[in-house]
């Protein structure tokens, strides 16, 4: 049994508990619903999908980390391919607050990183704060992208964010999640730096030309890694550090089981990363050991 989620299926029909156990317990769970997944909980649930999504907002929500505002959100959006998934807001003691993750970039940069290359529409628990619908309007999808609550009928981001500025007012022909390879290159042998050189390919960063990417490696060897997702806004931009915390939110792992962490970033871009990361990072263990490289 996940004990995440046990003060959860105490709040369930007792005929949904088995069911929603069999998705939600199993080790290999991590915050992605698959399709067919997906289907086995609406016939189980008799509830058409729309209603799902919000029944399942509490398991989103059970990922939230927010020692500051003790403030859970939840947030699952539908990618694509047809798979779920799911994000929680995510802050830090000790790092400033504009460092902090809210649920919907969580969700958002999960599907990202998966490979889905656009969000069909997101369910949220409480009501997008204008930081998100600013994120939410770099995307690939942002025209078409529709935004749910609990108890309230599904409506369009551009109903929620009207006269919206975005990338397309300064001339920015490409989007959050458009597939891309920036085809930048690093001789470098270290498995560690040459991931994050691959996220750094995958990165969005058309404001700044600062493409970057991050990888974190955990206690088991596994590695997380994140791209850097700017917006037209650029407070709203989410850095590669928090990208890559997300996957490991997801996966359901401390931040205790960090064990190194490269950055690449772009010798010549506008800004840098290398000392946000570096401060976030000694607030979550000032012993961990991080790689950078700059790319010309």
């Known amino acids: 049994m996940n004990p995440r989620f046990q003060h959860i299926y105490n709040t369930l029909p007792a005929g949904l508990v088995a069911p929603f156990k069999s998705v939600f317990d199993g080790n290999s769970f991590k915050g992605i619903l698959t399709p067919s997944q997906f289907e086995s909980l609406k ?90 619908r600013q994120f939410m309007n770099e995307l690939s999808t942002a025209r078409t992208l529709q935004v749910q609550l609990p108890e309230r009928d599904e409506m369009s981001l551009q109903a929620y964010l009207p006269e919206s500025f975005g990338p397309q007012d300064l001339g920015i022909e490409t989007a959050l999640m458009t597939p891309i390879n920036h085809g930048y290159q690093f001789s470098q042998e270290d498995e560690l730096i040459r991931h994050a050189v691959i996220a750094l390919n995958k990165s969005h960063a058309p404001y700044t030309n600062n493409h970057s990417g991050l990888t974190i490696r955990v206690a088991s060897g596994e590695l997380f890694s994140g791209s850097y997702a700017e917006n037209a806004a650029f407070n709203p931009s989410l850095p590669p550090l928090q990208v890559a915390l997300v996957q490991m939110q997801m996966a359901g792992l401390e931040f205790t089981e960090i064990q190194e962490i490269a950055l690449a970033e772009m010798e010549q871009g506008s800004i840098s990363h290398l000392a946000d990361t570096q401060s976030t990072i000694e607030a979550i263990n000032p012993d961990i050991p991080i790689q950078y490289v700059a790319i010309d």
Request: aromatic content about 10%; glycine content about 10%; hydrophobic content about 40%.
């Open 43 to 132: 016939q189980a649930s008799s509830l058409d999908e729309q209603q799902l999504k919000v029944t399942l907002l509490p398991f989103a929500a059970a990922y939230s980390i927010a020692p500051i505002s003790n403030f859970n959100v939840g947030a699952i959006v539908k990618g694509d391919s047809g798979s779920f998934y799911f994000g929680a807001n995510l802050e830090f003691i000790g790092a400033q607050l504009g460092q902090t993750v809210h649920a919907e970039q969580s969700a958002i940069s999960h599907a990202w990183m998966q490979g889905e290359t656009g969000v069909q529409d997101i369910t949220i628990n409480f009501s997008p704060c204008g930081h998100c």
